[in-house]
T-cell receptor, first 115, second 115 residues
Framework: ETGVTQSPTHLIKTRGQQVTLRCSSQ?????VSWYQQALGQGPQFIFQ???????GRGNFPPRFSGLQFPNYSSELNVNALELDDSALYLC???FGGGAGTDTQYFGPGTRLTVL | AQSVTQLDSHVSVSEGTPVLLRCNYS??????LFWYVQHPNKGLQLLLK??????LVKGINGFEAEFKKSETSFHLTKPSAHMSDAAEYFC?????????????FGTGTLLAVQP
């Protein structure tokens, strides 16, 4: 069974640029969630995709957008990067959409640095 | 709205002594609660979860947590600390609304294990 994978591992961008982060979900999972973890803080929910549709969003501006593909892999896109976007971006996969009992399994994350 | 409060930002123990990481939750209904661990520069690993079955939950690596509704607590314990337990621990509540399974993280407790 393959776990959750993310790419790239590290990324450095400058303010105003755009970035795409990628996530492959665990085998058999149809739900992907994205979280932002700033240094020294707990992860914050960005949004969730279930069967290729966004089915929930946290308190993040529209320049944070995403996609989920038919194989349930996912992308997180961030436009017009700001310095405060520097963080560890975590992807988590699960099965079952919105059930609160579902366990989310996390990937190793992508460390984004915005200069 | 659901929330969790981790009562200690740092805990230091000696190897072989018990570990206690404290977490209180706030929820308007029976919550799903989780403990995740994050080792330096790594993603999040699930230690254990509570989903309204047995109130004493056993997890991996000798950790366990007890759900106490009367105290709104979900403290994490381990009888004997090992050096490899040094990491950041997050108490998490799931805000599953039927459409979205959103995890809400505490601010984390950094566990140091002294030799």
């Amino acid at each position: 069974e393959t776990g959750v994978t993310q790419s790239p591992t590290h990324l450095i961008k400058t303010r105003g640029q755009q970035v795409t982060l990628r996530c492959s979900s665990q085998s058999g999972h149809n739900t992907v969630s994205w979280y932002q973890q700033a240094l020294g803080q707990g992860p914050q929910f960005i949004f969730q995709y279930y069967r290729e549709e966004e089915n929930g969003r946290g308190n993040f501006p529209p320049r944070f957008s995403g996609l989920q593909f038919p194989n349930y892999s996912s992308e997180l896109n961030v436009n017009a990067l700001e310095l405060d976007d520097s963080a560890l971006y975590l992807c988590a996969s699960s099965f079952g959409g919105g059930a609160g009992t579902d366990t989310q399994y996390f990937g190793p994350g992508t460390r984004l640095t915005v200069l | 709205a659901q929330s969790v409060t981790q009562l200690d930002s740092h805990v230091s123990v000696s190897e072989g002594t018990p570990v206690l990481l404290r977490c209180n939750y706030s929820s308007s209904y029976s919550p799903s609660l989780f403990w995740y661990v994050q080792h330096p520069n790594k993603g999040l690993q699930l230690l254990l979860k509570y989903t309204s079955a047995a109130t004493l939950v056993k997890g991996i690596n000798g950790f366990e947590a007890e759900f106490k509704k009367s105290e709104t607590s979900f403290h994490l314990t381990k009888p004997s600390a090992h050096m490899s337990d040094a990491a950041e621990y997050f108490c998490v509540v799931s805000e599953g609304s039927g459409a979205t399974n959103k995890l809400i993280f505490g601010t984390g407790t950094l566990l140091a294990v002294q030799p």
